[in-house]
Nanobody, 115 residues
Framework: QVQLVESGGGLVQPGGSLRVSCAAS????????MGWYRQAPGKQRELVAT???????NYAESVKGRFTISRDNAKNTVFLQMNSLKPEDTAVYYC?????????WGQGTQVTVSS
C-alpha cells in the first residue's frame, strides 16, 4: 500500500505561484509513475502532470510551460510548481501513485486563484 499526503495548497492571486507537495509512505523509486490531477467544482477530475520512474514527464496542454512536476527521492516527495496561475486553475489537486497493480490517491489540497 501507499499513503499519499498532499500539502501546500491555498489562496493565490492571478499571476502568482504556488508549490504543492505530495509525501508518499514508501520509496517513490518503487512506483511506476507519480502524478497530479485536479478537479474543479462541477467538472471531472483531469490529469495535470505525471512523472515516471524513468524521469519522463507529461503535462496537460493547459498547464504546459507554467507547471513543473519534480521529485525528491530521498524524501519520497513529489512536487508541483505552479507559476502564472489563472482563475481556471482553481481546483482540488490530488496526488496519484500508479504502482502497476494498483493506483492510490491522496486526500487532495485546495488551490484557489482569485483576486
Amino acid at each position: 500500500q501507499v499513503q499519499l499526503v498532499e500539502s501546500g495548497g491555498g489562496l493565490v492571486q492571478p499571476g502568482g505561484s504556488l508549490r504543492v507537495s505530495c509525501a508518499a509512505s514508501r520509496s517513490i523509486l518503487a512506483i511506476n509513475a507519480m502524478g497530479w490531477y485536479r478537479q474543479a467544482p462541477g467538472k471531472q477530475r483531469e490529469l495535470v502532470a505525471t512523472l515516471t520512474i524513468g524521469g519522463r514527464t507529461n503535462y496537460a496542454e493547459s498547464v504546459k510551460g507554467r507547471f513543473t512536476i519534480s521529485r525528491d527521492n530521498a524524501k519520497n516527495t513529489v512536487f508541483l510548481q505552479m507559476n502564472s496561475l489563472k482563475p481556471e486553475d482553481t481546483a482540488v489537486y490530488y496526488c496519484n501513485a500508479d504502482t502497476g497493480p494498483r493506483v492510490y490517491w491522496g486526500q487532495g489540497t485546495q488551490v484557489t486563484v482569485s483576486s
